[in-house]
């Protein structure tokens, strides 16, 4: 019974058709969709791994950064609101995360220039380094980013995640500081109306930063363009996850005693380093709502990655290169891969796949720019159809060759050659600026007949 009824889910969950659907529905289907996805990438192991390399990371560099933002913090003043904000951070520890808090300022105190000398100093700058860059590989893995920044692009933006992070710090600090004052609370309490509405907004203040800080890295951080409204809906959820885990961790550190009595002074260490696996893990989740948010053929199609065959990629190919040249010679904006896949309803991967053949193939660039559009890489008329097909159908220089090892058939052979050359007898000389102008015909002589 139980097995029925998990089936039938399943059918409706991912064979309705929830265009057709009131928008409740489609919303609920929606999510149901998301969260199943969430679960397989859960369980595949490459978003748990990564959690975990980044602890290791944070054990190494959250002196050096804390010490980087201590100095940014002393610059304005306000370098005391460093330890209330680590031990809010630690809070879900209990009594160790206030212990551990201490011993973390203490040792960020001891971080001087003097004392460590220029080698310690570039041990520590590595480490901070190595941080932001595994944090940008993270998100750029879950985003499908294949291109990586430069050296000096990378100096730049993580610079400015260094410098932006602590100043949007001192912010929230001190919004939150004077919002929860008494004699401003009293004083808001007192504005009719709406005093209880913003009272009730000043309690939910500190939740809505939390929300605004995993906002704030998965519009930034990934090398790509991030929609505010993904990053936002990836903010929340996480926002959300992180509260409920600091509620559940928390309790769950007050019940475990054995746990100290089991690894005795390791006990604190152990906590710690949970509590940071768990909070990249729930940073990390955030992202992937983000990115399913912003690629929802995704989520109608399950999941990430889907094997096609060659016929499948080659009528893709050919699809991919007549929209970018017809927007090219319409002089219109290019189009984007995320663009492209909700245009063809294919998954992401699916359309990275075959535009990584046709640019190593020199029929498509990248055009500069923080969202990554793609225009035709020479002229249209000496792009040839069977230049796109054959992009597709060779091996890629990055594969290994296979055909050099085949044992082969000559009568198979000689098929395979007849093969080619009726793809290419078919195709003649027809260019990609033929297949364009002639639609772009068909299209203004529909437009008169209407």
């Known amino acids: 019974m139980l097995s029925r009824i998990l089936k ?107 004392v460590l000398g220029v080698i310690g100093l570039l041990v520590l700058l590595y480490a901070v380094v190595s941080l932001v860059q595994k944090l940008e590989s993270g998100l750029n893995y879950i985003w499908r980013v294949r291109e990586v920044r430069t050296l000096g692009e990378r100096f730049s933006h993580y610079l400015s995640v260094l410098l932006i992070g602590p100043v949007l710090l001192i912010l929230a600090l001190a919004i939150t500081a004077t919002a929860s004052s008494h004699t401003m609370a009293q004083h808001i309490k007192d504005i009719a109306p709406l005093g209880p509405l913003l009272i009730v907004g000043i309690k939910l203040l500190p939740y809505l930063l939390v929300i605004a800080a995993f ?79 912003q ?76 969202i990554r559009r793609y225009v035709p890489a020479r002229d249209m008329g000496t792009i040839m159809l069977r230049d796109i097909i054959n992009a597709i159908r060779r091996n890629p220089s990055s594969a290994e060759d296979v055909d050099r090892y085949l044992n082969l058939v000559a009568s198979v052979d000689e098929v395979m050659k007849k093969l080619d050359h009726a793809v290419d007898s078919a195709l003649g000389d027809i260019t990609l600026r033929t297949l364009v102008e002639q639609q772009a015909v068909v299209d203004i002589t529909d437009l008169r007949r209407a």
């Not at 192991?45 to 050096?64: H, Q, S």
């Not at 199609?301 to 094997?307: E, F, M, S």
């Not at 046709?358 to 990248?366: D, I, T, Y």
């Open 8 to 114: 039938a889910f399943d059918r409706y969950i991912w064979h309705s058709d929830s265009r057709a659907m009131p928008w409740h529905k489609r919303f609920l289907i929606f999510w149901a969709r998301m969260l199943h996805i969430l679960i397989q990438d859960f369980t595949g192991g490459e978003i748990t791994l990564r959690a975990t390399g980044l602890v290791y990371t944070t054990l190494l560099a959250i002196v050096p950064l804390l010490a980087f933002v201590f100095s940014v913090l002393k610059a304005f003043g306000v370098q005391e609101s460093l330890e209330p904000f680590l031990f809010d951070f630690l809070a879900p520890l209990g009594e160790k995360g206030e212990e551990i808090s201490g011993k973390i300022i203490n040792f960020v105190d001891n971080v001087k220039a003097g």
């Open 215 to 293: 906002t704030f890295i998965y519009a930034f951080v990934p090398h790509t363009h991030v929609q505010f409204r993904s990053a936002l809906a990836g903010g929340t959820f996480a926002g959300v996850l992180w509260e409920f885990a600091s509620w559940a961790f928390a309790a769950l550190t007050v019940s475990s005693t054995r746990l100290t009595v089991i690894y005795s002074g390791f006990a604190i260490l152990i906590m710690f380093m949970a509590w940071l696996y768990l909070c990249w893990l729930i940073l990390f989740m955030g992202a992937q709502v983000a990115f399913y948010v």
């Open 295 to 370: 690629n929802p053929e995704l989520v109608r199609h399950g999941h990430g990655h889907q094997d096609v065959g060659g016929r499948t990629l080659e009528r893709l190919a050919l699809h991919i290169m007549y929209l970018i040249g017809r927007c090219y010679y319409d002089s219109k904006q290019p189009w984007s891969r995320e663009e492209l896949a909700r245009r063809l309803r294919v998954p992401t991967d699916t359309i990275l796949d075959v535009l990584g053949r046709l640019r190593e193939s020199g029929l498509v660039m990248l055009v500069s720019g923080r």
